[in-house]
């Protein structure tokens, strides 16, 4: 499906220059001089290599269209996450490399939505909001507000996230998982 320039949008995968391009971010840019342009940068899908590139508002892109599918993860082991077909049980492994840094919050029966183009797994899309645990914080310092400061805490797998001052260690907590920020607090 083509589509124009300035309609790419991050977690798009377009097909650009023979391969398959992941679009991590854009960025609309307006020069004072010439026209428009959508900054954009790609991450290849095949071969796990990174580009920028311009697109102009009146360039003709590929959209690639998906299958989405839900599975449910079941383990990892080295190099592979192995997930769970919820309507046929199938089993299929994905490699921890298309997961990225994201492997670290899936647990055991977590639903997540695998998108295959051409019966190849490509991406996994984790829920947005994951539940997790703070394993350890800094203390507090007297006199930050809620509002402006934030400290560093680490939940489960150690990742390094920033937590408002009210949290402390042993809380639970939800967490984005397409940017690792914290959202609430959970009671």
């Known amino acids: 499906m083509k589509i124009l320039g300035n309609e790419i949008k991050p977690g798009m995968i377009i097909g650009y220059s023979n391969d398959l391009w992941e679009v991590i971010k854009t960025q609309h840019v ?8 959508n900054q954009v940068e790609l991450r290849s899908v095949n071969q796990d290599t990174k580009r920028n590139e311009r697109f102009r508002s009146s360039d003709n892109v590929e959209r690639v269209v998906l ?3 839900k599975f449910n993860f079941l383990f990892e082991d080295d190099n592979d996450c192995h ?4 309507t046929t049980f199938e089993q299929i492994a994905v490699n921890k490399k298309k997961i990225g840094e994201k492997v670290k919050l899936l647990k055991e029966n977590l639903e997540v939505t695998i998108n295959f183009f051409e ?10 909001s ?16 809620v509002s402006s400061s934030y400290k560093s805490a680490i939940i489960n797998n ?3 996230i ?5 949290i402390e260690s042993g809380d639970k907590i939800i967490v984005d998982s397409r940017n690792l920020e914290y959202i609430k607090k959970i009671k």
């Open 30 to 37: 307006k020069p004072g001089k010439g026209g428009a342009f």
């Open 67 to 69: 299958e989405e599918k």
């Open 83 to 86: 997930f769970m077909d919820q």
């Open 119 to 128: 019966n190849n797994p490509l991406s996994v899309e984790l829920p947005i």
């Open 130 to 145: 994951i539940e997790c645990k703070v394993i350890n914080t800094d203390a507090a310092l007297k006199g930050q507000t």
């Open 158 to 160: 150690n990742i390094k």
């Open 162 to 166: 920033l937590v408002p001052p009210f």
